[in-house]
T-cell receptor, first 113, second 111 residues
Framework: DVKVTQSSRYLVKRTGEKVFLECVQD?????MFWYRQDPGLGLRLIYF???????EKGDIPEGYSVSREKKERFSLILESASTNQTSMYLC????????????FGPGTRLLVL | GEDVEQSLFLSVREGDSSVINCTYTDSSSTYLYWYKQEPGAGLQLLTY?????DMKQDQRLTVLLNKKDKHLSLRIADTQTGDSAIYFCADMNSGYSTLTFGKGTMLLVSP
């Protein structure tokens, strides 16, 4: 079974703090993704990575950065957290190829005070 | 850009069939997916359909695709209270990399 884990289920941070959200997958998937999920807005893609050290901006990259130093790990970084980044963050991974689906982690619910 | 639309809410009684509808705009969509999200959890793949298919059946789930109208539906037969969740429709872009998700349909199944 594919397993995608996220470092925290719940996180509370203060405005201006630097925040790291970690995602690890154990299936040697090339592609990894970070989404945020907000009520009424669905899932929006923040960043994705095709492979190690590669990254691409998604639909809403502003205020975020990412790091992919190892194939199994994809980190989302909030350089200076703001209250409008309070959200549910979902990580996903997939093997590269036609039609291959994305497998999701359980999510991290982040509250920025 | 690409867009995927779903109705936001559906309420059914246990034992009835549920039909969740989705429309998309990308004419070059290759694969279309249905995901389920239970409270507090990530998304779980339910089923998918390739764009050259009209229908796919998997136990209680039936997916219908009308490519001309860019309309996708998910039918759940004999809906159970455990089917209560948010259902997301998603389409894969022609580059086979990213997914565009709808906003999700909350299905509430009452006893």
């Amino acid at each position: 079974d594919v397993k995608v884990t996220q470092s925290s289920r719940y996180l509370v941070k203060r405005t201006g703090e630097k925040v790291f959200l970690e995602c690890v997958q154990d299936m040697d998937h090339e592609n990894m993704f970070w989404y945020r999920q907000d009520p009424g807005l669905g899932l929006r893609l923040i960043y994705f990575s095709y492979d190690v050290k590669m990254k691409e901006k998604g639909d809403i990259p502003e205020g975020y950065s990412v790091s992919r130093e190892k194939k199994e790990r994809f980190s989302l970084i909030l350089e200076s957290a703001s209250t409008n980044q309070t959200s549910m963050y979902l990580c996903a991974s997939r093997i590269s190829g036609r039609g291959e689906t994305q497998y999701f982690g359980p999510g991290t619910r982040l509250l920025v005070l | 850009g690409e867009d995927v639309e779903q109705s936001l809410f559906l309420s059914v009684r246990e034992g009835d069939s549920s039909v969740i509808n989705c429309t998309y705009t990308d004419s070059s969509s290759t694969y279309l997916y249905w995901y389920k999200q239970e409270p507090g959890a990530g998304l779980q793949l339910l089923t998918y359909i390739f764009s050259n298919m009209d229908m796919k059946q998997d136990q209680r789930l039936t997916v219908l695709l009308n490519k001309k109208d860019k309309h996708l539906s998910l039918r759940i037969a004999d809906t159970q209270t455990g089917d209560s969740a948010i259902y997301f429709c998603a389409d894969m872009n022609s580059g086979y990399s990213t997914l565009t998700f709808g906003k999700g349909t909350m299905l509430l199944v009452s006893p």
